[in-house]
Protein backbone atom coordinates (compact mmCIF):
# COMPACT_ATOMS: atom_id res chain seq x y z
CA UNK A 1 0.00 0.00 0.00
CA UNK A 2 2.80 2.84 0.73
CA UNK A 3 4.94 2.00 -2.61
CA UNK A 4 1.28 2.64 -4.55
CA UNK A 5 1.18 6.00 -2.69
CA UNK A 6 4.48 7.79 -2.97
CA UNK A 7 4.09 8.95 -6.39
CA UNK A 8 0.59 10.53 -5.17
CA UNK A 9 2.41 11.91 -2.06
CA UNK A 10 5.12 13.35 -4.39
CA UNK A 11 2.33 15.14 -6.98
CA UNK A 12 0.73 16.10 -3.97
CA UNK A 13 3.55 18.02 -2.19
CA UNK A 14 4.69 20.04 -5.34
CA UNK A 15 4.48 23.83 -4.90
CA UNK A 16 3.10 25.13 -8.03
CA UNK A 17 4.84 29.09 -7.32
CA UNK A 18 8.36 26.89 -7.66
CA UNK A 19 9.01 26.82 -11.12
CA UNK A 20 12.15 25.88 -11.10
CA UNK A 21 11.73 22.32 -9.91
CA UNK A 22 9.09 22.07 -12.46
CA UNK A 23 11.75 21.00 -15.20
CA UNK A 24 13.16 18.08 -12.97
CA UNK A 25 9.68 16.54 -12.00
CA UNK A 26 9.05 16.29 -15.59
CA UNK A 27 12.45 15.12 -16.93
CA UNK A 28 11.92 12.11 -14.33
CA UNK A 29 8.10 11.54 -14.60
CA UNK A 30 7.69 12.33 -17.83
CA UNK A 31 9.05 11.10 -21.87
CA UNK A 32 10.05 13.99 -23.65
CA UNK A 33 7.41 15.76 -26.16
CA UNK A 34 8.11 16.65 -29.36
CA UNK A 35 7.09 20.51 -30.23
CA UNK A 36 4.88 21.03 -33.30
CA UNK A 37 6.39 22.63 -35.83
CA UNK A 38 5.90 26.29 -36.33
CA UNK A 39 2.93 27.55 -38.25
CA UNK A 40 5.57 29.58 -40.80
CA UNK A 41 7.50 26.54 -41.57
CA UNK A 42 4.76 24.50 -42.66
CA UNK A 43 3.63 27.58 -44.82
CA UNK A 44 6.86 27.57 -46.32
CA UNK A 45 6.83 24.23 -46.94
CA UNK A 46 3.58 24.60 -48.87
CA UNK A 47 4.93 27.33 -50.66
CA UNK A 48 7.83 25.48 -51.87
CA UNK A 49 5.83 22.78 -53.61
CA UNK A 50 4.14 23.36 -56.70
CA UNK A 51 0.80 24.65 -56.78
CA UNK A 52 -2.09 23.60 -59.05
CA UNK A 53 -4.36 25.95 -60.29
CA UNK A 54 -7.35 25.43 -60.47
CA UNK A 55 -9.80 27.25 -63.01
CA UNK A 56 -12.79 26.82 -64.19
CA UNK A 57 -13.96 25.72 -66.95
CA UNK A 58 -16.37 27.88 -68.40
CA UNK A 59 -14.67 31.20 -67.62
CA UNK A 60 -11.82 32.13 -70.24
CA UNK A 61 -8.49 33.18 -68.80
CA UNK A 62 -8.38 37.38 -68.35
CA UNK A 63 -6.63 39.40 -71.13
CA UNK A 64 -3.12 41.41 -69.74
CA UNK A 65 -3.92 45.23 -69.44
CA UNK A 66 -2.54 46.70 -72.22
CA UNK A 67 -3.98 50.12 -72.14
CA UNK A 68 -3.93 52.71 -68.97
CA UNK A 69 -6.10 55.50 -70.59
CA UNK A 70 -9.59 55.61 -71.68
CA UNK A 71 -11.14 57.84 -74.36
CA UNK A 72 -13.67 59.89 -72.00
CA UNK A 73 -15.44 63.35 -71.95
CA UNK A 74 -13.07 63.48 -68.88
CA UNK A 75 -10.06 63.41 -71.35
CA UNK A 76 -11.35 66.50 -72.93
CA UNK A 77 -8.34 69.22 -72.30
CA UNK A 78 -9.27 73.13 -72.22
CA UNK A 79 -4.95 72.96 -73.77
CA UNK A 80 -6.72 71.04 -76.45
CA UNK A 81 -7.30 74.66 -78.10
CA UNK A 82 -3.57 75.01 -78.48
CA UNK A 83 -3.81 72.65 -81.42
CA UNK A 84 -6.45 75.52 -83.54
CA UNK A 85 -4.10 78.33 -82.35
CA UNK A 86 -1.08 76.07 -84.39
CA UNK A 87 -3.09 76.05 -87.50
CA UNK A 88 -4.34 79.31 -87.37
CA UNK A 89 -0.71 81.03 -86.84
CA UNK A 90 0.26 78.66 -89.77
CA UNK A 91 -2.69 80.11 -91.69
CA UNK A 92 -1.78 83.82 -90.85
CA UNK A 93 2.11 83.19 -92.17
CA UNK A 94 0.53 81.99 -95.42
CA UNK A 95 -1.79 84.81 -95.51
CA UNK A 96 1.55 86.89 -95.35
CA UNK A 97 3.20 84.79 -98.38
CA UNK A 98 0.45 85.97 -100.40
CA UNK A 99 0.73 89.33 -99.59
CA UNK A 100 5.01 89.23 -99.77
CA UNK A 101 5.72 86.50 -102.50
CA UNK A 102 2.39 86.41 -104.13
CA UNK A 103 1.85 82.80 -103.39
CA UNK A 104 -1.41 81.35 -103.51
CA UNK A 105 -4.65 82.56 -101.36
CA UNK A 106 -5.90 79.40 -101.21
CA UNK A 107 -3.63 77.89 -98.80
CA UNK A 108 -4.18 80.11 -95.98
CA UNK A 109 -8.41 80.15 -96.94
CA UNK A 110 -8.27 75.94 -96.41
CA UNK A 111 -6.34 76.24 -93.32
CA UNK A 112 -8.51 79.03 -91.99
CA UNK A 113 -11.35 76.58 -92.37
CA UNK A 114 -9.86 73.31 -91.20
CA UNK A 115 -8.90 74.96 -87.53
CA UNK A 116 -12.81 76.90 -87.20
CA UNK A 117 -13.98 72.77 -87.71
CA UNK A 118 -11.62 71.82 -84.89
CA UNK A 119 -12.38 75.01 -82.97
CA UNK A 120 -15.86 74.12 -83.25
CA UNK A 121 -15.30 70.54 -82.25
CA UNK A 122 -13.26 71.08 -79.28
CA UNK A 123 -15.75 73.64 -78.13
CA UNK A 124 -19.02 70.99 -78.38
CA UNK A 125 -16.80 68.56 -76.66
CA UNK A 126 -15.89 71.15 -73.89
CA UNK A 127 -19.71 72.62 -73.46
CA UNK A 128 -20.53 68.78 -73.31
CA UNK A 129 -17.87 68.22 -70.40
CA UNK A 130 -18.76 71.18 -68.52
CA UNK A 131 -22.74 69.77 -68.05
CA UNK A 132 -21.58 66.11 -67.84
CA UNK A 133 -18.20 66.55 -65.95
CA UNK A 134 -18.51 69.54 -63.51
CA UNK A 135 -16.17 68.47 -61.07
CA UNK A 136 -13.52 67.94 -63.34
CA UNK A 137 -13.96 71.68 -65.07
CA UNK A 138 -13.39 72.89 -61.78
CA UNK A 139 -10.39 71.16 -61.47
CA UNK A 140 -8.96 72.75 -64.16
CA UNK A 141 -10.55 75.46 -63.21
CA UNK A 142 -8.51 75.86 -59.94
CA UNK A 143 -5.16 74.21 -60.98
CA UNK A 144 -2.66 76.85 -60.39
CA UNK A 145 -1.13 76.22 -63.50
CA UNK A 146 -3.93 74.60 -65.98
CA UNK A 147 -6.35 77.46 -65.22
CA UNK A 148 -3.78 79.75 -67.44
CA UNK A 149 -5.03 77.52 -70.20
CA UNK A 150 -8.40 78.83 -70.33
CA UNK A 151 -6.61 82.31 -72.36
CA UNK A 152 -6.41 80.37 -75.13
CA UNK A 153 -10.37 80.34 -75.47
CA UNK A 154 -9.87 84.12 -75.98
CA UNK A 155 -6.43 84.04 -78.30
CA UNK A 156 -8.76 81.64 -80.79
CA UNK A 157 -11.47 83.96 -80.80
CA UNK A 158 -8.72 86.71 -81.88
CA UNK A 159 -6.93 85.00 -84.59
CA UNK A 160 -10.17 83.90 -86.36
CA UNK A 161 -11.08 87.72 -86.15
CA UNK A 162 -7.05 88.26 -87.69
CA UNK A 163 -8.43 85.78 -90.45
CA UNK A 164 -11.63 87.67 -91.40
CA UNK A 165 -10.36 91.19 -90.76
CA UNK A 166 -9.96 90.86 -95.34
CA UNK A 167 -13.31 89.48 -95.74
CA UNK A 168 -15.74 90.63 -93.62
CA UNK A 169 -14.96 94.15 -91.36
CA UNK A 170 -17.65 93.79 -89.09
CA UNK A 171 -16.75 89.95 -88.22
CA UNK A 172 -13.28 91.00 -87.08
CA UNK A 173 -14.50 93.58 -85.07
CA UNK A 174 -17.07 91.45 -83.29
CA UNK A 175 -14.92 88.67 -82.58
CA UNK A 176 -12.12 90.98 -81.63
CA UNK A 177 -14.31 92.82 -78.95
CA UNK A 178 -15.33 89.56 -77.66
CA UNK A 179 -11.96 88.33 -77.81
CA UNK A 180 -10.55 91.10 -75.92
CA UNK A 181 -13.87 91.36 -73.34
CA UNK A 182 -13.28 88.17 -72.43
CA UNK A 183 -9.45 88.32 -71.82
CA UNK A 184 -9.34 91.62 -69.83
CA UNK A 185 -11.96 89.88 -67.62
CA UNK A 186 -10.20 86.61 -67.63
CA UNK A 187 -6.89 88.85 -66.80
CA UNK A 188 -8.68 90.73 -63.99
CA UNK A 189 -9.80 87.31 -61.98
CA UNK A 190 -5.89 85.62 -62.76
CA UNK A 191 -4.11 88.71 -60.73
CA UNK A 192 -7.00 88.57 -57.84
CA UNK A 193 -6.35 84.59 -57.52
CA UNK A 194 -2.52 84.72 -58.09
CA UNK A 195 -2.41 87.28 -55.16
CA UNK A 196 -4.20 85.21 -53.13
CA UNK A 197 -3.19 81.49 -53.67
CA UNK A 198 -0.61 80.62 -51.46
CA UNK A 199 0.53 77.62 -53.92
CA UNK A 200 1.36 80.52 -56.53
CA UNK A 201 5.32 81.24 -55.75
CA UNK A 202 8.61 82.10 -58.10
CA UNK A 203 8.74 77.95 -58.27
CA UNK A 204 5.97 77.99 -60.08
CA UNK A 205 6.31 80.28 -62.95
CA UNK A 206 6.13 78.45 -65.43
CA UNK A 207 5.92 79.62 -69.36
CA UNK A 208 2.34 78.52 -69.22
CA UNK A 209 1.64 81.88 -66.93
CA UNK A 210 2.56 83.67 -70.49
CA UNK A 211 -0.28 82.35 -72.09
CA UNK A 212 -2.54 85.10 -70.68
CA UNK A 213 -0.22 87.68 -71.32
CA UNK A 214 0.06 86.60 -75.07
CA UNK A 215 -4.25 87.10 -75.03
CA UNK A 216 -3.57 91.02 -73.96
CA UNK A 217 -1.25 91.35 -75.77
CA UNK A 218 -2.71 90.12 -79.47
CA UNK A 219 -5.92 92.05 -78.28
CA UNK A 220 -3.70 95.33 -79.29
CA UNK A 221 -2.47 93.64 -82.22
CA UNK A 222 -6.30 92.82 -83.80
CA UNK A 223 -7.30 96.22 -83.44
CA UNK A 224 -4.16 97.81 -84.53
CA UNK A 225 -4.02 95.26 -87.96
CA UNK A 226 -8.42 96.80 -88.36
CA UNK A 227 -8.76 98.59 -91.29
CA UNK A 228 -10.45 102.23 -89.18
CA UNK A 229 -7.25 102.33 -86.99
CA UNK A 230 -8.81 105.82 -85.49
CA UNK A 231 -11.47 104.28 -84.09
CA UNK A 232 -10.00 101.48 -82.30
CA UNK A 233 -6.33 102.61 -81.21
CA UNK A 234 -7.80 103.46 -77.83
CA UNK A 235 -8.33 99.50 -76.93
CA UNK A 236 -4.76 99.08 -78.90
CA UNK A 237 -2.48 101.30 -76.84
CA UNK A 238 -4.48 99.72 -73.92
CA UNK A 239 -3.82 96.25 -74.44
CA UNK A 240 -0.49 97.13 -75.55
CA UNK A 241 0.26 98.87 -72.34
CA UNK A 242 -1.04 95.96 -69.82
CA UNK A 243 0.55 93.26 -71.84
CA UNK A 244 4.26 94.83 -72.11
CA UNK A 245 3.93 95.09 -67.77
CA UNK A 246 2.37 91.95 -67.57
CA UNK A 247 5.51 90.45 -69.62
CA UNK A 248 8.48 92.07 -67.84
CA UNK A 249 7.35 90.90 -64.67
CA UNK A 250 6.64 87.55 -65.51
CA UNK A 251 9.90 87.49 -67.85
CA UNK A 252 12.04 88.39 -64.85
CA UNK A 253 10.22 85.65 -62.19
CA UNK A 254 10.84 82.81 -65.01
CA UNK A 255 14.85 83.60 -65.87
CA UNK A 256 15.13 84.05 -61.53
CA UNK A 257 13.34 80.76 -60.97
CA UNK A 258 15.04 79.36 -64.33
CA UNK A 259 18.86 80.34 -62.86
CA UNK A 260 18.28 80.06 -59.20
CA UNK A 261 15.32 78.18 -58.51
CA UNK A 262 14.00 74.54 -58.87
CA UNK A 263 14.87 72.76 -62.23
CA UNK A 264 11.13 73.20 -64.68
CA UNK A 265 12.19 71.44 -68.01
CA UNK A 266 10.05 68.10 -67.23
CA UNK A 267 9.30 65.77 -69.98
CA UNK A 268 6.16 66.38 -72.38
CA UNK A 269 6.18 70.07 -70.73
CA UNK A 270 9.57 71.46 -71.93
CA UNK A 271 7.44 72.39 -75.11
CA UNK A 272 5.52 75.08 -73.18
CA UNK A 273 9.36 77.16 -73.44
CA UNK A 274 8.17 77.77 -77.04
CA UNK A 275 5.76 80.50 -75.58
CA UNK A 276 8.64 82.96 -75.17
CA UNK A 277 8.46 83.17 -78.34
CA UNK A 278 5.40 84.36 -78.70
CA UNK A 279 4.97 87.85 -76.47
CA UNK A 280 8.03 90.20 -78.01
CA UNK A 281 6.28 88.68 -81.90
CA UNK A 282 3.76 89.96 -81.42
CA UNK A 283 4.50 92.91 -79.84
CA UNK A 284 6.77 93.61 -82.54
CA UNK A 285 4.13 93.39 -84.96
CA UNK A 286 1.94 95.65 -83.22
CA UNK A 287 4.68 98.35 -83.25
CA UNK A 288 5.32 98.08 -86.81
CA UNK A 289 1.63 98.24 -87.94
CA UNK A 290 1.82 101.61 -85.83
CA UNK A 291 4.83 102.88 -87.20
CA UNK A 292 3.44 102.29 -90.94
CA UNK A 293 0.24 104.34 -89.71
CA UNK A 294 2.43 106.76 -88.80
CA UNK A 295 4.28 107.51 -91.83
CA UNK A 296 7.00 105.64 -91.05
CA UNK A 297 9.28 104.49 -94.33
CA UNK A 298 11.63 101.99 -92.13
CA UNK A 299 11.04 99.13 -90.03
CA UNK A 300 10.43 100.83 -86.20
CA UNK A 301 14.12 100.35 -84.06
CA UNK A 302 11.72 99.06 -81.27
CA UNK A 303 10.13 96.79 -83.54
CA UNK A 304 13.50 95.37 -84.61
CA UNK A 305 14.83 94.70 -81.27
CA UNK A 306 12.10 93.15 -80.28
CA UNK A 307 12.02 90.88 -83.00
CA UNK A 308 15.55 89.78 -82.35
CA UNK A 309 14.33 89.06 -78.74
CA UNK A 310 11.90 86.66 -79.85
CA UNK A 311 14.46 84.77 -82.52
CA UNK A 312 16.56 84.59 -79.84
CA UNK A 313 14.48 82.91 -77.55
CA UNK A 314 14.11 80.60 -80.51
CA UNK A 315 17.59 79.93 -80.73
CA UNK A 316 17.64 78.98 -76.74
CA UNK A 317 15.46 76.23 -77.03
CA UNK A 318 17.19 74.56 -80.24
CA UNK A 319 20.19 74.70 -77.85
CA UNK A 320 17.99 72.97 -75.23
CA UNK A 321 16.71 70.15 -78.22
CA UNK A 322 19.45 67.51 -76.88
CA UNK A 323 17.50 68.76 -73.04
CA UNK A 324 14.32 67.99 -74.36
CA UNK A 325 15.60 64.53 -75.16
CA UNK A 326 17.20 63.65 -71.94
CA UNK A 327 13.93 64.28 -69.84
CA UNK A 328 11.48 62.27 -72.66
CA UNK A 329 9.85 64.90 -74.36
CA UNK A 330 9.91 63.10 -77.85
CA UNK A 331 8.75 59.46 -76.21
CA UNK A 332 5.28 59.97 -76.42
CA UNK A 333 3.14 62.32 -77.77
CA UNK A 334 1.61 65.01 -76.14
CA UNK A 335 -1.10 67.65 -76.60
CA UNK A 336 1.59 70.13 -75.01
CA UNK A 337 3.75 69.52 -78.66
CA UNK A 338 1.12 71.77 -80.24
CA UNK A 339 2.84 74.90 -78.36
CA UNK A 340 5.40 74.90 -80.17
CA UNK A 341 3.18 75.89 -83.35
CA UNK A 342 1.70 79.34 -82.44
CA UNK A 343 4.69 81.03 -81.44
CA UNK A 344 7.15 80.00 -84.30
CA UNK A 345 4.53 81.43 -86.20
CA UNK A 346 4.01 84.88 -84.37
CA UNK A 347 8.11 84.73 -85.31
CA UNK A 348 7.82 84.21 -88.80
CA UNK A 349 5.29 87.06 -88.91
CA UNK A 350 7.47 89.26 -87.22
CA UNK A 351 9.96 88.43 -89.46
CA UNK A 352 7.95 89.43 -92.60
CA UNK A 353 7.54 92.54 -91.10
CA UNK A 354 10.77 93.81 -90.75
CA UNK A 355 12.26 92.31 -93.49
CA UNK A 356 11.94 94.66 -95.98
CA UNK A 357 14.57 96.86 -93.56
CA UNK A 358 16.45 94.11 -92.73
CA UNK A 359 18.48 91.43 -95.45
CA UNK A 360 17.28 88.57 -93.67
CA UNK A 361 14.94 86.72 -96.66
CA UNK A 362 16.57 83.52 -96.45
CA UNK A 363 15.95 83.58 -92.90
CA UNK A 364 12.74 84.17 -93.90
CA UNK A 365 11.95 81.73 -96.47
CA UNK A 366 13.82 79.04 -93.99
CA UNK A 367 11.18 80.30 -90.97
CA UNK A 368 8.45 78.93 -93.17
CA UNK A 369 9.93 75.89 -94.07
CA UNK A 370 10.79 75.13 -90.56
CA UNK A 371 7.19 76.51 -89.31
CA UNK A 372 5.07 74.05 -92.48
CA UNK A 373 7.47 71.00 -91.44
CA UNK A 374 6.88 71.30 -87.70
CA UNK A 375 3.09 71.80 -88.31
CA UNK A 376 2.86 68.87 -90.87
CA UNK A 377 4.58 66.46 -88.03
CA UNK A 378 2.95 68.09 -85.03
CA UNK A 379 -0.86 67.48 -87.52
CA UNK A 380 -0.10 64.04 -88.31
CA UNK A 381 0.34 63.02 -85.08
CA UNK A 382 -2.77 64.58 -83.56
CA UNK A 383 -4.91 62.97 -85.70
CA UNK A 384 -3.19 59.37 -85.57
CA UNK A 385 -3.32 60.30 -82.09
CA UNK A 386 -7.33 60.83 -82.24
CA UNK A 387 -8.01 58.36 -84.11
CA UNK A 388 -6.37 55.60 -81.88
CA UNK A 389 -8.43 57.30 -79.13
CA UNK A 390 -5.49 58.81 -76.82
CA UNK A 391 -6.25 62.32 -77.58
CA UNK A 392 -9.20 62.99 -75.55
CA UNK A 393 -7.64 59.72 -72.91
CA UNK A 394 -8.72 59.68 -69.60
CA UNK A 395 -5.98 58.61 -67.60
CA UNK A 396 -6.71 55.81 -65.32
CA UNK A 397 -5.38 54.90 -62.11
CA UNK A 398 -3.25 51.47 -61.84
CA UNK A 399 -5.08 48.57 -60.82
CA UNK A 400 -4.23 46.25 -58.07
CA UNK A 401 -2.88 43.24 -58.87
CA UNK A 402 -5.09 40.20 -58.92
CA UNK A 403 -5.80 37.87 -56.22
CA UNK A 404 -3.96 34.51 -55.63
CA UNK A 405 -5.68 31.37 -58.05
CA UNK A 406 -6.47 29.18 -55.55
CA UNK A 407 -4.54 26.63 -55.45
CA UNK A 408 -4.49 22.69 -53.58
CA UNK A 409 -1.50 20.51 -52.62
CA UNK A 410 -0.63 17.40 -54.81
Not at 228 to 238: C, D, G, R, T, V
Not at 247 to 262: A, H, M
Not at 278 to 288: F, L
Request: hydrophobic share 50%; net charge neutral.
Amino acid sequence: MSTETEPVVVTLEVNLDETDNIPEIEEKNQKPVETPEPVEQKQEAVEEMEPVKVQPLDQPKEPKETHKHSPSIKGVNIASYAFVMGLQGLGLVYKKTHEHWEWSEVIPDIIMYVALAFAALFSVLYIIKIFKEPAEVKKEWNHPIRRNFFAAVPIVIMLFSLLFNDKSYDAAVILGLVGITLQILFTLYLLGVWIQDDRMSVDRCSTILFLPVVAVLLGGLVFAKLPNFHFHKEIMYFCLGVGTMLWIKLNVNFFQRSIYGKKWLQGKFAFANYILLAPTAIMAVTIEIISKRNGGTTASPLAIALWGCSLFYLLFNLRLLPLFFKVGAFNKYAISMNAVIFPNAALTVSTFMVEYSLNIGGLLLGLVIFLTVVTTVVFIATIINMFKGEFFAEVLPKKKPAAKPVCCDV
